[in-house]
């Protein structure tokens, strides 16, 4: 079983809607969590972080945690062609080796 | 500028040679990693340090060595590179603790011919 897991897509969308990307954890003694998004050809960046359940809003970014599921969303409102891109899912457990576990990404097309 | 370098951006080499990847940080974080990212597989941990002088397996760290002899660098070598490591290689670093996000590099692509 991996250790993250993530919906491949690719997941379209039209241009302003809601983008919904999932992500399912094995390690229940997962403490941090974390969005990346990735360009092609480019490194994966840094777009919100996580660390109690409930919700976490960034500007048209909202992380969701459930700790008790094993869960972890990423919302993306008002869904630009510029969201198009690869969102990566990571955990991390402080207490077990300090690695970030990825999950293999979602493809996300916001179409114009 | 401050951040995470890695050198070179692009290196081709043949079966057999030794590489190194370099990687840089200035924000004198704990933690470095090195990753690689191939079609279908995502990221996969190479090695990772929690500080100079510690290093420690990931993934899949066969055919690679590291060293962490400075806080700031995390050398990466391929000791005798072979067409499976044809791949783009990610540096990344993380401070130790909570509120530990972890940053990339920009990315070596490796080709072995």
């Known amino acids: 079983q991996k250790e993250v897991e993530q919906n491949s897509g690719p997941l379209s969308v039209p241009e302003g809607a809601i983008a919904s990307l999932n992500c399912t954890y094995s390690?229940?003694?997962?403490?941090?969590f974390f969005w990346y998004r990735q360009y092609s050809g480019k490194s994966p960046e840094l777009i919100m972080s996580?660390?109690?359940?409930g919700d976490k809003e960034d500007g048209r970014f909202t992380a969701q945690l459930n700790k008790a599921s094993q869960y972890v969303s990423l919302l993306i409102r008002d869904s630009q062609p510029s969201d198009s891109a690869t969102y990566l899912c990571a955990v991390r457990n402080l207490n077990t080796g300090n690695q970030f576990y990825f999950g293999t990404g979602t493809s996300l097309t916001v179409i114009p | 500028d401050a951040g995470i370098t890695q050198s070179p951006r692009y290196k081709i080499t043949e079966t057999g040679r030794q590489v190194t990847l370099m990687c840089h940080q200035t924000?004198?974080?704990?933690?470095m990693f090195w990753y690689r990212q191939d079609l279908g597989h995502g990221l996969r941990l190479i090695y990772y340090?929690?500080?100079?002088?510690?290093?420690d397996k990931g993934e899949v760290p066969d055919g690679y060595v590291v060293s962490r002899s400075k806080t700031e660098n995390f050398p990466l070598t391929l000791e005798s590179a072979t067409r499976s490591q044809t791949s783009v290689y990610f540096c990344?670093?993380?401070?130790?603790?909570?509120?530990?996000?972890?940053?990339f590099g920009p990315g070596t692509r490796l080709t072995v011919l």
């Open positions: 990344a670093s993380s401070p130790s603790g909570r509120g530990n996000e972890q940053f």
């Open positions: 340090s929690a500080a100079a002088d510690i290093t």
């Open positions: 390690d229940r003694g997962s403490q941090s």
């Open positions: 924000w004198s974080h704990s933690y």
């Open positions: 996580i660390y109690s359940n």
